[in-house]
């Protein structure tokens, strides 16, 4: 499957706006990443990702990344230290279920909307939005 398949443009387009209503909520800062094949430990590549896109460099360490590997059916969802020094491992648990949910329906789009906004509102109890957010980091979907 290509990643056109898996989104379409216009699919792509109702994501990137689900990123920016999630992050009214929350000074967390969420990106999404697709590609086909996941090269080696899913969560060890995830964080090579993060890295390369620099989620790594927000202020407050609360970038989140949603990441799908459409062949593999791999999905792994990754918060920055910042994050993780404060929830629970089983944190982003409910996130998942919202994006596997739709995604074992073959409804990709709404899987990542569903999980981008869940994400926000999660983000939200530990990282609510300040007055002088700022958007660290750009909402458009990457792609592998």
């Keep these: 499957m290509k990643v056109s398949e898996f989104i379409s ?4 387009k109702e994501i990137v706006e689900s990123i920016k ?7 967390g800062e969420i990106r999404v990443h697709i590609e086909h094949n996941c090269p080696g430990d899913r969560f060890d590549h995830a964080l090579e990702v993060f890295q ?6 927000t202020e407050l360490s ?13 999905l792994v969802i990754l918060g920055d230290k910042g994050i993780n020094a404060v929830v629970s491992d089983d ?7 919202k994006i596997i949910t ?8 709404q899987g990542l909307i569903d999980g981008i ?8 109890q530990h990282f609510p939005y300040q007055s002088d957010d700022t958007n660290e980091l750009d909402n458009e979907i990457s792609k592998g």
């Design 9 to 12: 443009a216009d699919d792509e």
């Design 21 to 27: 209503e999630a992050e009214l909520n929350t000074s």
């Design 52 to 57: 390369k896109l620099e989620m790594h460099k």
């Design 62 to 74: 609360n970038g989140v990344l949603i990441y799908v590997s459409i062949d593999d059916h791999q």
């Design 91 to 97: 944190f982003w648990e409910t996130t998942k279920d």
């Design 102 to 109: 739709q995604f074992k329906n073959k409804n990709y789009k």
């Design 117 to 124: 906004l869940e994400a926000g509102q999660q983000l939200k």
